[in-house]
């Protein structure tokens, strides 16, 4: 009876450790069936304001899957995070006078999935001197709002419209701006 007892008992051992390592290939299987990456996803604008008028609007039309990584992974996305947003000044043209004082007094980035859709606003800023950024060529983090609603419209791989409105304390002036998303990405192997 015995010997009996042992069998059964070590058969309930056996059968446990089968299910712990099965659980434990499946968890290392979707370990190795998925991938995570970063990208950065830049959308360049050109911002001019002429004469008396100091209001700047450009709208950029953006497809997410221009990226290569994106597309690659298009019908396989899991999940798009927002890591970060960032803007640098790219090229500054205006009168020699003007390029010391030139600020961005007011500004908005945001963007809409749709031409008609009301934008969903990503970002203010308030007096920006865009002679110290352009002198600083580099990339400055902003805070930023609604990125969830970002990360969700890029999961749906449309084509989105980004825009920077706002105005300057001079002109004439031509701002070559660039926005820079920072994401993480998951996506399936298979």
């Not at 600083?136 to 825009?163: G, H, I, W």
């Amino acid at each position: 009876m015995s010997r009996i007892k042992a069998s059964a008992w070590g058969a309930k051992v056996i059968g446990l450790l089968s299910v712990v390592f099965l659980l434990a290939s499946c968890e290392n299987v979707k370990r190795v069936t998925t991938v995570t990456f970063t990208r950065n996803l830049d959308v360049s604008f050109l911002l001019s304001s002429m004469g008396s008028a100091k209001s700047i609007s450009e709208k950029v039309v953006y497809d997410p899957l221009d990226d290569e990584e994106l597309d690659k992974y298009a019908n396989r996305l899991q999940t798009i995070s927002i890591i970060a947003l960032a803007y640098k000044v790219d090229s500054l043209v205006t009168s020699p006078d003007n390029k010391q004082d030139l600020l961005l007094e007011t500004g908005t980035l945001s963007y809409t999935e749709n031409e008609n859709d009301t934008p969903v606003v990503l970002a203010h800023f308030r007096n920006l001197n865009v002679a110290d950024l352009y002198a600083q060529q580099a990339f400055v983090a902003f805070p930023s709002e609604n990125t969830d609603l970002l990360a969700a419209s890029l999961m749906t791989k449309k084509t989105l419209r980004f825009y920077i409105t706002g105005t300057v304390n001079q002109t004439p002036v031509t701002l070559g701006v660039t926005v820079r998303l920072n994401i993480e990405a998951k996506a399936g192997l298979i």
